[in-house]
């Protein structure tokens, strides 16, 4: 072989290549060059003679001069023999390991004496040691330059300290003619880009901010993940004695209003740390660099605030604002997806379908397939501001880059003297970033270094909702019951705090304009439906159609009732809200992962009951208004056969999308070639099974059906106990369902029922009036009347025949409005 590297025959560069030891390891100093040894000396050494030779003429003989210069240029002289002793010092430490390893451990015991420190004591002696060492500077300059009184003598420092405001004022004029000459076409850069690169960041002092750990509710599991970053933030050496580091970030991700930054507000109310807030739009600039500007003035300030108090906090709210390159989101923009059901003033066909049949229905699939969910692109705009041009690299590197060494002393003087800078302290600094949106982070931002911990502030369960229910009513008079917050809790299913908080202020303010300064159920109820589905139209229906409605959103109530299944009725509806013309709303009474397929068969069933209900009730025929309905039950169909094995194949169409291609889509949006194939087949026929038993089902309960109308057509809007009441003959919270029991009554609304529908073929007026139930008996002491805030309170009897009017014009409007 060859010779390698050294010479030696059979060794390769590898084998002969020996690593640099570490600092740490080293046993003596690391040798010094002799011109970095010598450098210094020569320079003090020449200034001297320099200037004893400049006085030797007036001296006599070079004895005499080197005399008068160590009078006057002792501090020269100085400097060069400390400069000697010095570099011996060193040099021992090079060739001593003895000298060395003592002077390391003292080194060593004197950072850990200085450690033990208060960090706000440290911090006010250095700067204390620095105006000394500046003072000094400025008295020594001053006495062996200038000479004062009819002696013409010099002064000693201190006078000279004393005597400087004096001298500075005095060249003050030409000074400021100087700094006006150079700085004036400067100024106006500094100026515009200094007052661009402010704002946006607030900063709050330990005692500034009362929120604490107990005002956040519902999210216990993260609190407690928070809290171990504080430990480790007030005391770090719990972590770094045992080999770790500090965690020193933290992302808080979940959907709007679930609490991330009322965390982040308790994390500054209980730690003693200073907390910065940087709002999300801090970072959006005009000009090129103002926003690395900004960063850096950002992270100077916390570097301060770190080594003064000891560690810092700062939240970045809406970090999606800033940490994205300007790219092309391929992820959710938690915008609501586009209505298929919208188009037609019919109800809202998926409401009807549990939760998780909902989500199912937009189960992400291959492009241009029936299966997609409609969804937006999302764009990050990117050159104005945000994450673009150099603000996001900057942030990057700010918070886990190169560890250079601070302050110009540290940097320049110690490297002029040859010793090697001091590597910077370690600032404590905890970053929480806060978004909906963590898709778009950028991946460099999401490393660990830099985001350390990653934690889902998802929707509150049921004993959360109702921690975060009694918290905010406490803050109010209230009447309800625990029973009937838990039943609050129950009914809200994927509410945040936020929404909880909203539907708490918005039930007091239903209450005060009642005239009452105690929110009672009733209210609650009201504020609950309000801000889940809006204010409706004020909209009146022709009185055939309304029936119509009233029927087709019955057929739904009576299934979902009857029908065994995870979700019950929240409210009814036949009120208009824009292009939905009535619906009807569950919700989950428990918070399940996923669902079976004999679910997933009732959530078809429950679509199916508008399109069977109709043809049920007017002759086989039916509206434009089942379209929506149509397809959701087409879709659940398909994922149940083609991807979920729910059907009579196990293989899934997911992994063959290129068979969800190439056709024509319809108006719907399903490819026709897919409904015409054996596929399609299998779909048609299970949903024509499910069609005849909802059929079936609707026909048995025929007298249900056009009872829960009734009382619809009476009330417009009903609650899901009211609908529970008129099936089972009970008392809800509006409706008396106990006369719809009777068999005349039940007689006079199958009269009513075929005239609505001589009217639907004849396209006339509707012979008669909608029947008035007659009230029952009264038990014992009667019922209690609505609005005492008690559960199952039925109400009095006018309101439902004066509600039974609808037909006169004189009684248009909300009859429960007019209560």
Wanted: aromatic share 10%; charged share 25%; with cysteine.
């Amino acid at each position: 072989m060859s010779e390698q590297g050294n010479g030696d025959p059979g060794r390769s560069p590898q084998a002969t290549f020996r690593s640099r030891p570490k600092e740490s390891e080293r046993t003596t100093r690391k040798p010094t060059g002799w011109w970095d040894r010598i450098r210094l000396f020569l320079l003090f050494s020449a200034g001297f003679g320099f200037l004893s030779w400049a006085s030797f003429g007036d001296s006599g003989t070079f004895g005499l001069a080197v005399r008068r210069g160590m009078h006057s240029y002792w501090m020269l002289a100085g400097l060069a023999g400390l400069e000697v002793v010095r570099q011996t010092h060193y040099f021992v430490q090079e060739h001593v390991p003895a000298y060395y390893g003592l002077w390391k451990r003292f080194g060593q015991r004197s950072d850990s004496a200085r450690n033990r420190i208060d960090p706000w004591v440290r911090y006010r002696l250095g700067r204390l040691t620095w105006i000394l060492l500046l003072l000094w500077i400025v008295g020594v300059y001053v006495s062996s330059t200038y000479v004062f009184g009819p002696e013409q003598r010099h002064i000693s420092p201190i006078e000279g300290v004393l005597r400087a405001p004096m001298l500075l004022f005095r060249a003050l004029p030409s000074v400021l003619q100087y700094v006006f000459i150079i700085s004036l076409g400067v100024m106006q850069f500094v100026a515009i880009f200094w007052f661009m690169s402010k704002g946006g960041v607030q900063t709050y002092m330990p005692d500034d901010i009362e929120t604490r750990f107990s005002d956040v509710k519902g999210q216990d599991a993260v609190l407690d993940r928070v809290r171990e970053n504080m430990i480790f933030l007030e005391d770090p050496e719990s972590i770094e004695r045992r080999g770790g580091y500090v965690p020193s970030g933290i992302l808080l991700w979940g959907p709007p209003g679930t609490g991330k930054t009322l965390m982040a507000q308790a994390v500054a109310g209980e730690t003693a740390k200073p907390f910065v807030f940087v709002e999300p739009g801090a970072f959006m600039n005009m000009f090129f660099g103002v926003g690395i500007l900004k960063v850096k003035g950002l992270y100077r300030k916390l570097r301060k605030l770190a080594t003064r108090y000891g560690g810092v906090i700062v939240f970045f709210d809406e970090a999606d604002s800033l940490g994205n390159r300007g790219a092309i989101s391929g992820g959710w923009n938690f915008e609501e997806a586009s209505s298929p059901w919208a188009a037609v003033p019919a109800c809202n066909g998926i409401a009807y379908v549990s939760e998780i049949g909902r989500e199912s229905l937009f189960l992400m699939s291959p492009p241009g397939s029936l299966l997609e969910r409609p969804r937006r692109r999302g764009i990050v705009m990117g050159g104005m501001g945000g994450g673009g041009m150099g603000t996001l690299q900057a942030l990057l590197s700010e918070m886990d880059g190169l560890k250079k060494p601070r302050g110009f002393v540290n940097r320049v003087v110690r490297r002029l003297l040859g010793m090697k800078p001091k590597p910077p302290p370690k600032y404590r600094i905890l970053h929480i970033f806060a978004t909906n949106q963590p898709q778009v982070l950028d991946e460099a931002m999401l490393r660990p270094g830099r985001i350390d911990r990653k934690y889902r502030v998802g929707y509150p369960h049921v004993d959360g909702r109702k921690a975060t229910f009694v918290y905010y009513l406490d803050r109010v008079k209230h009447e309800l019951t625990d029973e009937q917050v838990t039943k609050l809790a129950t009914i809200t299913p994927y509410a945040s705090g936020a929404s909880i908080k909203d539907i708490v202020n918005e039930a007091l303010v239903i209450a005060i304009r009642d005239g009452r300064d105690s929110v009672g159920w009733k209210d609650v109820i009201q504020a609950k439906q309000f801000k889940e589905h809006g204010l409706p139209d004020d909209w009146e229906y022709v009185e055939r159609e309304r029936h119509a409605v009233a029927v087709h959103e019955a057929c739904h109530a009576v299934a979902a009732h009857l029908l065994p299944g995870t979700d019950v009725i929240d409210i009814a509806t036949i009120e208009r809200r824009g292009a939905v013309g009535g619906f009807v709303s569950p919700i989950p009474v428990e918070d399940l992962f996923t669902s079976w397929r004999s679910e997933d068969e009732i959530d078809i069933m429950t679509s199916l009951a508008s399109l069977a209900g109709e043809r049920l009730f007017f002759d086989g025929d039916n509206s434009r208004g089942v379209a929506g309905d149509m397809q959701n039950a087409t879709r659940l169909a398909m994922l149940m056969e083609g991807i979920f094995a729910m059907g009579s194949t196990i293989g899934s169409i997911a992994v063959t999308p290129g068979s969800l291609r190439g056709a024509q889509p319809v108006e719907d949006g399903t490819d026709r070639q897919m409904l015409d194939s054996e596929f399609g087949k299998r779909v048609e026929t299970r949903l024509q099974e499910l069609y005849e038993k909802t059929w079936t089902l609707l026909d048995e309960n025929r007298h249900h059906v056009l009872a829960v109308a009734h009382a619809l057509e009476a009330h417009k809007t009903i609650t899901g106990d009211d609908v529970v009441a008129v099936i089972e003959g009970g008392t809800g919270a509006i409706v008396d369902g106990r006369p719809y029991h009777d068999p005349r009554f039940r007689s006079e609304l199958e009269e009513y029922h075929e005239a609505v529908v001589r009217a639907h073929k004849e396209y006339s007026g509707v012979e008669g009036r909608i029947p008035v139930p007659v009230p029952p008996a009264p038990v014992g002491a009667g019922v209690a009347a609505v609005g005492n805030g008690e559960l199952g309170a039925a109400p009095p009897m006018p309101r439902i025949v004066k509600a039974a009017g609808l037909p006169d014009d004189e009684q248009g409007g909300d009859p429960a409005k007019r209560s």
